[in-house]
């Protein structure tokens, strides 16, 4: 099994790729849904308006930041605020994914999240230019995401540079970068038009373009199944009562008052059947 | 008898607002009916408006197709569903009107069966005060919420348990049903009984009480405000926070600095006032007590603890509304039933428990898997074919003990 596979496969399981797609799936409609050109708002709010909803919805979907339960809560507390202003029919997909199960991982001041032994950060895109981002002028710490190896394919060529590269002295220091992340760290990669609605989401390991290509890797995450969501087992509430305020008084109504016609003339059924 | 004979009993009373309420209890658009039951829309559409009548063939399977008894369509003496007002709803954009409806549809047959009720047992009479605020005003709210504590006569301090300070000036207050557990506390005025419903799944003592008072505060405010509008709900809150936590008695009591003696204090008045930390600390920096600053760090704190989402407090349970349930006891003990009631009133037995119940019931229902589509989602535009995720509120969470409201049977 590569490494990707198996990254691939354990994001899969634990419900985290469908956690992304819903999160970046709400933010984007949200982000259309409050895009007005009329009102003044351009390329640059769309960018960061998605960007800001991606990092909220992100934290929602894995119990993090401002969503995050204390310690031992189930996933289930506090479901008025994780649903705060989400649609009907986000409310009804939304992925109730364990508290822990993600944890919030920043990089050097970019917004990441892992589970287990992979980070990913985020990375907004033109639509139709995902392959070809160019990670050399994209922030340090993107940088430094490109130029980790890919185990899949990267320890061969490794090892011809130092026979083949003359230059070879350098190497250490391109390995000094290559593993100086404490875990294998990816990158989501996500575009909307929004005049289109055309969408794109990706999970990949970015590779510096000097390689020829923006990815070693890419996964299409809205080619996953979507988060089947569905709304939680609750208990009932305590049914004891709070300080025990007795109830609202409340009195029977004598015959007279009975016989006097108030709000209901029921239909000749109804009343038949009374 | 079956449904089909009722239903020929019905059509000479078929009402078509009565086809429009139990539509919107399913949570269906008039093009998800029409399809359900083989028909064109503007058949439905027709049944609705009342230029048409339905055979009694349409009839039995409109009451198959909504999971309703056939003389649920059937004409009401009067009728006291109707309410003309517009309910305040606090996330218009993000509640479909799918969704308002059925929340609308729910508010009418809370009020009918109260006024079923009401014929024979008396509860408090509405006294909620009126006290019009214009929007932008963002001093009116503090004014009004002073006004309504004067009216009602309460002592300095914490304002006590806050439902059954509403029902016992004759609000109704009711948890919304499982499956609508999607929409926030919302609250309308109709047939001379304010109302409000409450979230089910809010299941925080403190929050709750404050979306009480909030929902108080469009009763009070807003009697013909434009419903939903970031003013009104700033309005709203504001009321909530001055009638829960008045500017005079708690300014001096709230934290100037957010060092340890802070969160002390913070968690003593929560337990004394009834109010999360999260609005006290929202209600120091609106007095001048705290800075924007040492309320945001107070915010990050509160985020990190994992406190916004799940804060700690000693009250594990939610104030219950007790009018209704508290009215069908009486009627029992008189020989009038909850059976006989649910009769009367034509809905499902489940509707009937959900609006007389003291506790919310909250449980797993039907959900849509939604995909929203996009160029490289598979497959593609699943826009055209997301199916509704509003469940109906007609057919039983559980449905081996709900069942059909059969008036005889």
């Not at chain 1, 590269?165 to 002295?169: E, T």
């Not at chain 1, 299409?220 to 979507?226: I, R, T, Y």
């Not at chain 2, 499982?178 to 557990?181: E, F, L, V, Y």
């Given at each position: 099994m590569s490494e990707r596979e198996r990254i691939l496969g354990v994001l899969g399981q634990t419900g985290v790729l469908a956690g992304i797609r819903w999160a970046y799936e709400s933010a984007a409609r949200r982000t259309r849904e409050d895009y007005d050109e009329a009102t003044g708002h351009n390329a640059t709010w769309v960018g960061i308006n998605r960007w800001n909803l991606l990092c909220d919805r992100l934290d929602r979907v894995f119990s993090c930041g401002r969503y995050a339960t204390r310690d031992?809560?189930?996933?289930?507390?506090g479901l008025d605020v994780l649903y705060a202003t989400l649609t009907d029919e986000e409310r009804a997909t939304f992925p109730h994914i364990p508290p822990g199960t993600v944890v919030r991982d920043d990089l050097a001041g970019s917004p990441g999240w892992s589970n287990g032994d992979v980070r990913w950060l985020l990375a907004s895109a033109d639509f139709g230019g995902v392959d070809q981002?160019?990670?050399?002028?994209?922030?340090r710490v993107k940088q430094r995401t490109a130029k980790q190896s890919d185990p899949d394919n990267d320890q061969l060529s490794i090892l011809d540079v130092l026979m083949d590269?003359?230059?070879?002295?350098k190497l250490p220091v391109a390995l000094e970068h290559a593993s100086e992340f404490d875990i294998t760290t990816l990158v989501v990669t996500h575009t909307h038009n929004i005049d289109t609605n055309d969408r794109e989401l990706y999970l990949g390991l970015p590779s510096m373009e000097t390689q020829g290509k923006a990815w070693a890797w890419k996964e299409?995450?809205?080619?996953?199944?979507?988060a089947d969501g569905g709304r939680q087992n609750l208990p009932a509430t305590d049914p004891d009562s709070p300080a025990n305020v007795p109830d609202a008084p409340v009195r029977l109504r004598t015959p007279a008052e009975q016989a006097a016609p108030r709000t209901i003339l029921d239909a000749p059924r109804a009343a038949e059947g009374l | 008898m079956n449904p089909r004979t009722r239903a020929q009993e019905v059509a000479p009373f078929f009402d078509g607002s009565r086809l429009a309420l139990a539509r919107h209890l399913a949570g269906k658009r008039k093009s998800e009916l029409a399809i359900k039951i083989h028909r064109s829309p503007s058949a439905v559409t027709a049944w609705e408006a009342g230029t048409k009548q339905p055979t009694a063939a349409n009839i039995a399977e409109l009451a198959i197709g909504l999971n309703v008894d056939p003389w649920f369509f059937a004409v009401r003496g009067?009728?006291?569903?109707?309410?003309n007002v517009a309910p305040h709803f606090r996330s218009l954009r993000s509640t479909s009107q799918v969704l308002r409806d059925q929340a609308l549809a729910y508010g009418q047959i809370v009020v009918d069966i109260a006024s079923a009720i009401e014929v024979h047992a008396e509860f408090p009479s509405p006294q909620v005060p009126e006290f019009h605020v214009e929007p932008g005003d963002t001093v009116g709210p503090d004014s009004a919420a002073r006004y309504v504590r004067e009216a009602w006569d309460l002592d300095p301090g914490p304002a006590g348990h806050q439902v059954r300070l509403l029902e016992n000036h004759g609000v109704l207050v009711v948890f919304s049903p499982?499956?609508?557990?999607a929409i926030d506390a919302y609250s309308f005025a109709a047939a001379g009984r304010p109302t409000v419903v409450l979230n089910p799944i809010k299941k925080d003592y403190y929050r709750q009480r404050f979306d009480v008072a909030h929902e108080l505060g469009h009763l009070v405010m807003h009697g013909e405000a434009e419903p939903g509008t970031k003013a009104i709900e700033d309005q709203a809150h504001r009321f909530a926070s001055e009638f829960l936590l008045p500017a005079e008695e708690v300014h001096d009591l709230l934290p100037t600095a957010m060092g340890r003696s802070a969160w002390t204090t913070l968690f003593r008045l929560k337990e004394q006032w009834g109010v999360s930390v999260s609005a006290l600390l929202f209600r120091a920096r609106q007095l001048g007590r705290l800075s924007d600053v040492s309320y945001r760090n107070a915010m990050v704190r509160m985020s990190q603890q994992g406190w916004r989402r799940d804060e700690p407090g000693a009250i594990a349970s939610i104030e219950q509304p007790s009018l209704m349930p508290r009215a069908l006891e009486l009627l029992d003990s008189v020989g009038i039933t909850t059976g006989e009631l649910i009769a009367q009133c034509r809905i499902p037995s489940h509707l009937f428990e959900a609006v007389t119940s003291r506790t919310p019931i909250v449980h797993a229902a039907g959900s849509a898997a939604v995909s929203d589509g996009g160029s490289n989602a598979e497959p593609a535009d699943g826009h055209q074919n997301a199916k509704s995720s509003v469940v109906s509120l007609l057919r039983p969470s559980n449905p081996t003990t709900g069942d059909l409201a059969h008036p005889r049977e």
């Open positions: 031992n809560s189930s996933g289930t507390v981002i160019r990670w050399s002028r994209r922030s590269d003359p230059g070879a002295a299409n995450l809205l080619a996953v199944p979507p | 009067e009728d006291v569903t109707a309410i499982p499956g609508a557990a």
